[in-house]
């Protein structure tokens, strides 16, 4: 229509938004999506010690599945690990033996471990001299690494323990480096409600060392 004061002819459009502006917002949308998939879906992990040579070493970046057990209903401050309510998942199921799981760390739950599901809920589970039995039979443990022979301290629950039954809502945790591992023969079982997500893949790798990246680590599937 026309301005009848200035003659000027007005187009009726929308004011363009500014490039900073749209700068800003693009970020923000970003950051909301990344934040979404880190809550729910994706979250990227690295390895800081040896517990699960050989499968995973030190300096591997692995990619962890959030919705493998369930969804977990979002309790923390992000970045900041303040806990503002107790643990709550919808959907949820239990972790299977042999997978390989993040978790809160049951004796302080700012810090996530990486560990194998060795026992589940039901299992009789017990270590004698370094083998594992379930339900009194031998477990074929494909991916144990010895680096020491068996003690025979009785004060060394690493090389003989149990039995022990693994209760319901829980699994018992084996490192795959079983003489350098911090796991359920130290503390106890896992709440699975502790878990944050199975491990599914290593994106990356830095040997530190040498100083090098590990190229042939690259997509290596978790199993």
Not at 54 to 81: C, M, Q, R
Not at 196 to 206: D, E, F, N, P, Q
């Amino acid at each position: 229509m026309t301005n009848k004061t200035t003659g000027n002819i007005e187009s009726g459009a929308a004011p363009k938004k500014s490039v900073a502006r749209e700068y800003v917002e693009a970020i923000l949308i970003a950051l909301l999506l990344a934040l979404f998939i880190r809550t729910f879906a994706v979250q990227a992990f690295k390895i800081p010690s040896g517990s699960m040579e050989t499968t995973l070493l030190i300096g591997d970046h692995i990619l962890v599945s959030k919705f493998a057990y369930g969804t977990h209903i979002p309790n923390e401050i992000p970045f900041l690990n303040i806990k503002l309510f107790d643990d709550i998942i919808l959907f949820s199921s239990e972790p299977e033996r042999g997978d390989i799981i993040v978790f809160k760390f049951p004796k302080d739950e700012t810090r996530d471990f990486i560990k194998r599901v060795i026992g589940v809920p039901g299992d009789l589970l017990e270590v004698r001299r370094q083998k594992i039995f379930i339900n009194g039979k031998p477990y074929e443990d494909l991916h144990a690494r010895h680096t020491k022979s068996p003690s025979d301290s009785p004060l060394v629950p690493r090389d003989d323990f149990g039995p022990v039954l693994v209760p319901d809502g829980h699994v018992f945790m084996m490192g795959d480096n079983r003489e350098n591992s911090q796991d359920s023969r130290y503390w106890g079982f896992l709440d699975i409600k502790k878990v944050r997500g199975k491990a599914l893949i290593i994106y990356w790798s830095w040997n530190q060392l040498e100083s090098w990246v590990r190229f042939d680590r690259f997509g290596k599937i978790l199993e």
